[in-house]
């Protein structure tokens, strides 16, 4: 439970720069647009589609769009930052292990992430008072949401890790990102045995089955295990100062 | 309490400390003086365990900075050389963080984060957001940050550096206070806190240690040397000659004359050095009687300035440079 210390650190530091509530308000803005937007459509086209195809399915893929916007704003900062003011020299010579320092900012990240995604339960719930409809698909959406932006946490913290620019890390995240992708956007281009291949590995794609409400058991393994390898990056990044000897 | 053997650490091409070896015992307040560059910082950060030597053995309470680093960590109370708080943190959050990293015991936070607070004069900011302190107090915030856990080993590089000079008195007591039973090493550039400060001296430069000696031995050896600076009007090496043949002389040096302004035409400068008692009176009784014009005998007081620089120049070949300037090296 070491990791805990480092976990109230980064929230404090995230409540108390801001950076916490900037975030979460653009979130809930962009969400709370491509909702009402997807309402529209869903309220036009409604009557011949089931809403899971009409309105959540939409929905979850704008979802991950905001997500990926987002996220690396909020991990941009958590080495980088260290590295620019010089407390990673703190963090490094207090009895703190890089796993706890590196779980600590992680979880940091995903309570904030969590507790957008939460809010954004108000949407399907308004929707509700108004409209009947089964609560499964959009649950399914909501633990593909969640998954996906662990990863993507993990990720951005990799990134992070990797400089002392928090501009260089983010806008490095959205590369990493976007290029995850687009890595299935051509199938033309790539050849369809490639593709194959290819999409095992697509973070967006793996998604799709969540928007379209199914949880497979395949894809909650294949985002954990995403996750749990960008953190083992981030463990190797830290480690390198051992044998690089830079900060 | 901490030992060093043969550490090297490269970056890269770049050869920062080069072979070291030295020994603290416990309790020991020890300097760290060297001209930037020399590897103090470097040396600093191997011991906190921040990052490991290239090469070389280097423990800590017995433990190995290496192998065991995280029980290293437990035992050192670390103040980086670029000061380093999180500007967001009020100050206390940053000590409660900084408790709770050490592994304070839960009930004895509120009671050790009182106690460094008031230990580094921080009362009075101890709720305001560190980023909005003046540097002088985010330096307090550092030491205090160093000083949570009672740590056993103190590795402060730089400490009292942009201080004001009451808090410069101040932390350099609570050092001296630390240091009765703990062991601590702390890097400046300031040898006048190194006299009031520390037993020990390290001098290093170019990774290299020149000189690891006890501050009594010291004082000691520089009471013993003394220097006079002589100007004579007359043949210059003959002048030397009569000074180098007096009694308890050790060296006779000559003064460049562009130092020493354009009046001294015409006249040689000498600065000697010797031992024993003061030979100002013979000096010039010997001089006067060979019908020479003495215009100039005064004593050079020997500090540790002058020491010091003479160390670092000698290893960095460029000779006897300290007797260029005495005059301003005595004034600290
Ligand atoms: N992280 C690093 N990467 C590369 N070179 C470094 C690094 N840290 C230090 N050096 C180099 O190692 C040498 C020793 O540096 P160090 O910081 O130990 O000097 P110092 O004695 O503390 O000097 P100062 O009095 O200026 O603080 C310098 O030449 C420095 O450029
Ligand atoms: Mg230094």
Redesign the interface.
């Known amino acids: 439970m070491k990791f ?3 976990f ?2 980064e929230l ?2 995230y409540f ?2 801001f950076i916490a509530y900037s975030l979460m308000t653009a979130f809930l803005i962009l969400t709370g647009y491509f909702f009402y937007t997807d309402m529209v459509f869903f309220d036009l086209f409604g009557d011949f589609m089931d809403i899971t195809s009409s309105l959540w399915t939409y929905y979850f893929l704008d979802l991950r769009f905001v997500t990926m916007l987002i996220l690396p704003l909020l991990t941009m900062r958590l080495f980088a930052e260290e590295k620019k ?13 890089d796993p706890h320092i590196i779980l600590g900012k992680f979880f940091a990240c995903c309570f904030i992430f969590f507790l957008m995604v939460f809010l954004t339960l108000a949407y399907p719930l308004l929707l509700s008072t108004v409209h009947q409809f089964d609560w499964g698909p959009p649950l399914a959406g909501y633990v593909g949401t969640l998954l996906l932006g662990a990863t993507f946490i993990a990720c951005g913290m990799f990134i992070s890790s990797l400089t002392e620019n928090q501009v260089v890390s983010a806008m490095s995240t959205y590369g990493l990102l976007v290029f995850f992708w687009f890595l299935t956007w051509n199938e033309e281009a790539i050849g369809t045995q490639v593709i194959g291949v290819v999409s095992q590995f697509s973070l967006f794609d793996r998604f799709q089955d969540f928007a379209k409400g199914v949880i497979n058991s395949k894809d909650i393994v294949f985002f954990l295990l995403m996750t749990l390898f960008f953190l083992y990056l981030t463990l190797q990044s830290l480690e390198s ?2 044998w690089r ?2 900060r | 309490m901490i030992t060093v053997e043969n550490v090297t ?4 091409p770049l050869l920062a400390v080069d072979q070291i070896s030295f020994h603290v015992p416990r309790g020991e307040v020890v300097g760290f003086l060297g001209p930037n560059g020399a590897g103090k910082s470097t040396t600093m ?1 191997i011991l ?5 030597p ?1 090469s070389g053995h280097a423990t800590v309470g017995g433990l190995d900075v290496v192998t065991q680093t ?2 290293v ?2 035992m ?1 109370g ?1 103040f ?1 050389e ?8 009020p100050v206390r ?1 940053f000590l409660d ?2 408790a ?4 304070v015991p839960r009930r004895e936070r509120k009671q050790e984060i009182a106690r460094v607070i008031e230990a580094c004069g921080l009362d009075k900011v101890s709720d305001r ?1 560190i980023g909005h302190l003046s540097k002088g107090y985010r330096q307090r915030v550092g030491i205090a ?1 160093a000083l949570v856990h009672k740590p056993e080993v103190l590795i402060l590089d730089e400490p009292t550096i942009g201080l004001d000079p009451e808090q410069v008195v101040e932390i350099r007591r609570l050092i001296r206070d630390l240091g009765a039973d703990r062991t601590v090493i702390i890097s400046t550039h300031i040898l006048s806190e190194v006299s009031t400060v520390c037993d020990r001296v390290i001098i290093i430069n170019g990774g290299r240690i020149l000189a690891s000696e006890s501050l009594t031995e010291l004082r000691a050896q520089l009471q013993r040397t003394r220097r006079l600076q002589v100007e004579v009007e007359g043949p210059e090496s003959a002048i030397r000659g009569l000074l180098e043949q007096m009694p308890r002389v050790e060296t006779v040096r000559s003064l460049e004359l562009g130092v020493r302004g354009p009046e001294s035409n015409g006249s040689a400068a000498f600065i000697v050095e010797y031992t024993g008692e003061d030979i100002r009176k013979e000096v010039s009784r010997a001089l006067l009687q060979q019908g020479w014009g003495l215009l100039e005998i005064r004593a050079l007081e020997l500090t540790l300035e002058d020491m010091y620089l003479q160390l670092v120049q000698q290893s960095n070949g460029t000779g006897a440079g300290v007797y260029l300037a005495p005059a301003t090296l005595v004034a600290e």
């Open positions: 805990m210390c480092v109230k650190k404090r530091l108390g720069s003011l010089g407390t990673i020299e703190l963090l490094w010579t207090y009895p703190l292990k100062r051992k000897g830079i | 650490k490269r970056f890269g950060r906190a365990g921040f990052f490991p290239t995280h029980r960590k437990q050192v670390y980086p670029r000061v380093s708080v999180y500007p967001d943190l959050s963080f900084v709770e990293a050490k592994d957001i940050q």
